[in-house]
């Protein structure tokens, strides 16, 4: 099985994820700049599952996603600039979208995503220290709701 552009999950402000769980789209503090992005980098995708708003930066139930950076316009038929991010699962176990390895692949076991990114919607990645700053906060927010950590 490989990944098909048609199957591609595609981040939006609100994604459904696992069926029935919603998870909201969370803007890192100082995401790096979309020419910063590094071919084959580690990243973060962020998501509070508690938060209402994108731009609200209060949530206390952090849920970072590792992802790794696959390529910018990897597809032809885009009609603006997309930046993609693969699940590190999929990418370790098969490579990167789109000449990744699948042979002897069942369709029942592979759960992999590629996240399509708009630049607007980039500011949900965070590189490694991006993670620690916008992890610190969270630790802060929750100390100061009362909160266990």
């Given at each position: 099985?490989?990944?098909?552009?048609?199957d591609i999950?595609?981040?939006?402000?609100?994604l459904?994820?696992?069926?029935?769980?919603r998870?909201?789209?969370?803007?890192?503090?100082?995401?790096?700049?979309?020419?910063?992005?590094?071919?084959?980098?580690?990243?973060?995708?962020?998501?509070?599952?508690?938060?209402?708003?994108?731009?609200?930066?209060?949530?206390?139930?952090?849920?970072?996603?590792?992802?790794?950076?696959?390529?910018?316009?990897?597809?032809?038929?885009?009609?603006?600039?997309?930046?993609?991010?693969?699940?590190?699962?999929?990418?370790?176990a098969?490579?990167?979208?789109?000449?990744?390895?699948?042979?002897?692949?069942?369709?029942?076991?592979?759960?992999g995503?590629?996240?399509?990114l708009?630049?607007?919607?980039?500011?949900?990645?965070?590189?490694?220290?991006?993670?620690?700053d916008?992890?610190?906060?969270?630790?802060?927010?929750?100390?100061?709701?009362?909160?266990?950590?």
């Amino acid at each position: 099985m490989t990944i098909e552009v048609a199957d591609i999950k595609r981040a939006t402000r609100d994604l459904r994820v696992g069926g029935s769980y919603r998870r909201q789209l969370s803007c890192a503090a100082d995401p790096p700049e979309p020419s910063d992005f590094v071919h084959g980098g580690l990243y973060f995708m962020l998501w509070y599952p508690d938060q209402q708003n994108q731009a609200d930066q209060s949530g206390l139930f952090l849920v970072p996603d590792s992802v790794v950076f696959v390529g910018k316009n990897v597809d032809s038929d885009e009609e603006r600039d997309t930046w993609y991010f693969q699940d590190t699962k999929s990418f370790c176990a098969f490579g990167a979208y789109p000449n990744n390895r699948t042979e002897g692949l069942e369709p029942d076991n592979y759960y992999g995503r590629l996240y399509a990114l708009n630049q607007e919607d980039l500011c949900q990645i965070a590189d490694c220290q991006g993670l620690i700053d916008v992890l610190s906060k969270c630790i802060a927010r929750r100390k100061s709701s009362g909160n266990s950590v």
